[in-house]
């Protein structure tokens, strides 16, 4: 890596604190155009890091840019991946404060919590299901640090991938994981379906989202896994909806339940 | 508002554009005041035209059916246009790709009515009394003016219509919950677009509804036999020569048609 700790510490604290001030900011590679893959997940961890040492706690890890046409369009080869956080859970029905949040967006997508960690390489879609304790509707609240969404992807992922909430769907029905390609979705804004996916849309099936993200994580050294009893949110099925204050979105799962919070 | 003159000639620059695959200026240009009432005109002596040489109406179309397209296009409706028999394709066709100006696909249900349905106030429910069919549809639409369009450029070029493809299975309409209908788009083996029927206006009937009860408006209806595009649930896919298309909707079957 070119630059040094020092300089990687000073990133991670700017754009923490962007995060923690909610206030916008411009991205990262404007101040520095050569920044690697490799230095960008460096300033996430050290924010992850930052976190710890303040006694939050890593709840789980979440996917990005896990549509294979957009990943095309990128010419990457690889989707994204951050962490949540406990202070990011929302219950389901639960209010979340736009004065904490800078321009926040709403997706829809499928949860997975692994019975036994997973690590790559190697790691295909029906060793994930053999790992699968249980998958959850969920929905993630995205909040990119950046001014006007004006970013890269290096610069999304020193962001920790704009994670900031998310809920988790508590009456749900069982669904099999093994069909949540099929898994239909509807995203409804006070009360008009503004956004809707097929499960598919995740890499051809969430599964293998968990999959990837055990293959990156394998590559990227020892001790990286998906790890166990954590949630992995696997990535939109459906495109990222701005909210305001004031709205409901209310996700429906065909088959598998629901999800609803509330911006206020 | 447009005189009966500049209506005309308006369908004539439109057919002109369509037989030279060539297209025109937007017709809000050339026609600064045009509105909507002289755009359906303009698509009724459009229509006229193709009738008499030969081309039969099939059923109709409805277009901005989500509300991502109506705030885009500033419309609170959707807006329709004619499906004329010479624009259908089987499900496995290879369809030319010169045949339109700038194609775009998009994921549709289609319904075939099995009574005649006319308006006022035809809700949901009477539209699923009336029809007998409902059958996965894909759209191929095509814009025969220049780009940017305003909601009058759309409505006078018959919506934006330009060739149906019907496939896959057909059900009748409680055999399945017309609201969950998924389906998946891949374009040349990778997954585009994926969409969920409830994504047209919440039922996929509602904009039917809407259709009818509009035609009424100008003294018609649906007849009995006749097929409606319900409207897309995902967004438009740009289309060239060399494309293959798959359109995977469950446990409604799949098309897939390739463009040469």
Known sequence: MALDWKTLE?????????????????????????????????????IRARKVARGVRITGLKMGLTSLAKMTQMGVEDPIH???????????????????????????????????PLSGPGVDIDMVLAATDRIVPAVEVIDSRYRDFRFDLKSVI??????????????????????????????????????????????????????????????????WEVPAEALILTGGITEAVPVARGDWIDVRYKDFGSVSLHFV | MLSEEDRRKGAELLLQAERERKPIPQLSKTFPDIEIEDAYRIQDYWAQARIAAGARVAGHKIGLTSRAMQLASKMTE??????????????????????????????????????????????IYDVLRATEFVVPALEVIDYRTEVPRAITDTIADNAAFGSIVVGGRPVRPFDVDLRWVGATLSQNGIIEETGVSAGIMGHPAAGIAWLVNKLHVVGTGLEKGQIVLAGSFTRPVDITAGDIIQVDYGPLGAIGVSFI
């Open chain 1, 82 to 116: 951050g962490f949540i956080t406990d202070y990011g859970m929302v219950p389901d029905g639960g209010e979340i404060a736009m004065d904490a949040l800078i321009h926040p967006k709403v997706e829809a997508e499928v949860g997975f919590v692994l019975k036994r």
């Open chain 1, 158 to 223: 020193a962001d920790n991938t704009s994670a900031a909430r998310y809920v988790v769907g508590s009456s749900t029905t069982p669904f099999a994981a093994s069909d949540l390609h099929r898994l239909n979705v509807v995203l409804e804004k006070n009360g008009s379906v503004v956004a809707e996916g097929v499960g598919a849309t995740v890499l051809g099936h969430p599964a293998a989202s968990v999959a990837m993200l055990a293959n990156m994580l394998g590559r990227k050294g020892e001790g």
């Open chain 2, 78 to 123: 959707p807006d329709y246009g004619r499906i004329l028999d010479d624009a259908f394709y089987n499900d496995g066709a290879r369809i030319p790709a010169s045949r339109f100006i700038k194609p775009r696909l998009e994921v549709e249900l289609a319904f075939i009515m099995g009574e005649d349905l006319a308006g006022p106030g035809v809700r």
């Open chain 1, 10 to 46: 000073a990133f991670a604290e700017h754009l923490e604190n962007a995060e923690l001030e909610r206030r916008a900011i411009t991205k990262i590679t404007d101040d520095c155009p050569d920044l690697s893959w490799e230095e960008a997940y460096a300033i996430q961890d050290c």
